[in-house]
């Protein structure tokens, strides 16, 4: 006969095979898993600790360090496997260069100097600067201990759009300014 048992995960009652089929299911884990609720990466919680308030065993943790080349500070602090490196590091009261929290811009953007970051959500840099090193801080997740330092964003944006808008660097036009704010 099967149990019925509240779920740890949700405000839901659900069935739980007897014993004697849960010996003889292929499925050996005695967790009810809920299946109203699922987590995907991007919800779940950050810093998962344990009572003690160490990481748990269960998420590998890697130490990341950011060398902030605009503020001239380094930070070094452990961020899960499954979480992203800038809500990890806002979490802990860093604070990091982003802005829309998408991978689409590049205010984020880092150089990977050791270490490697999966980032597969990262719009706002090409495959080909991806393979040169430049990774996302706001949708990267570290896959092993981590060194990077911050870029600036222009200097990631024109490598990463220079070459299909323009031809060198913005020279401002006075004139053209004058007549523009002449029309208003």
Same mark, same amino acid.
């Given at each position: ?66 060398? !902030? ?6 930070? %070094?602090?452990? /961020?899960?496997?499954? #979480?992203?490196?800038?809500?990890? @590091? ?54 092993? !201990? ?6 600036? %964003?222009?200097? /990631?944006?024109?490598? #990463?759009?220079?070459?299909?808008? @323009?031809?060198g660097p913005v020279e401002r036009d006075d004139y053209a300014l004058e007549l523009a704010m002449g029309d208003e």
């Amino acid at each position: 006969m099967d149990a019925v048992v509240s779920c740890n995960s949700c405000t839901s009652f659900h069935r739980r095979p007897s014993i004697h089929r849960q010996l003889l299911s292929p499925r050996r884990n005695n967790y009810l898993k809920c299946p109203r609720v699922t987590r995907s990466e991007l919800q779940t919680s950050v810093g998962v600790t344990d009572r003690t308030g160490s990481q748990s065993p269960l998420i590998p943790t890697h130490k990341v360090t950011v060398r !902030d080349r605009q503020r001239g500070v380094v930070h %070094e602090f452990l /961020v899960p496997e499954d #979480q992203y490196i800038l809500h990890t @590091a806002e979490s802990q009261n860093i604070t990091l260069p982003f802005a829309c929290r998408h991978g689409c811009c590049t205010s984020c953007a880092v150089r990977v100097k050791s270490g490697q970051i999966r980032q597969p959500e990262a719009l706002g840099i090409s495959a080909e600067l991806k393979s040169k090193g430049y990774a996302l801080l706001c949708v990267g997740f570290p896959s092993s !201990d981590v060194e990077v330092e911050t870029q600036d %964003e222009d200097e /990631v944006y024109w490598l #990463q759009f220079g070459r299909y808008f @323009a031809r060198g660097p913005v020279e401002r036009d006075d004139y053209a300014l004058e007549l523009a704010m002449g029309d208003e």
